[in-house]
């Protein structure tokens, strides 16, 4: 396995989709709460990260000789988990750009 091209495409990859994911959404609704409120948007919101995901197992494929369908996998798969924990550590820093509050604190705010 070249686990070296595995996790330098993945935390590129992962930092790129989350990059673009939070520019858009604080450029666009300034916080996550603002998104929270248009679900369909939300949603979409998401296929970014999923994109860049799906773009650097496609490279992994395209880029090893042996196992390519375990090593795209692999990739695809810590591309997500890295852009999670992205979320949660930004989500830890600025819970005010970050927070997406459950549908029952948009609907009774206290």
């Not at 935390?11 to 450029?27: D, R």
């Not at 996550?32 to 296929?47: E, K, P, T, W």
């Not at 992994?60 to 196992?67: I, Q």
Request: aromatic share 14%; with cysteine; glycine share 6%.
């Amino acid at each position: 396995m070249r686990w070296r091209l595995l996790i330098t495409t993945s935390v590129v990859a992962a930092f790129a989709g989350f990059g673009l994911w939070c520019a858009i959404m604080i450029g666009i609704f300034g916080s996550a709460r603002s998104l929270a409120r248009n679900d369909g948007v939300l949603l979409a919101s998401i296929l970014i990260p999923l994109i860049f995901a799906l773009i650097a197992g496609f490279f992994a494929y395209r880029h090893t000789a042996r196992r390519r369908k375990t090593q795209a996998l692999i990739t695809t798969v810590l591309v997500i988990f890295l852009t999670v924990v992205a979320y949660f550590a930004a989500s830890a820093c600025a819970p005010n750009r970050f927070y997406i509050p459950r549908t029952y604190e948009l609907r009774h705010p206290s």
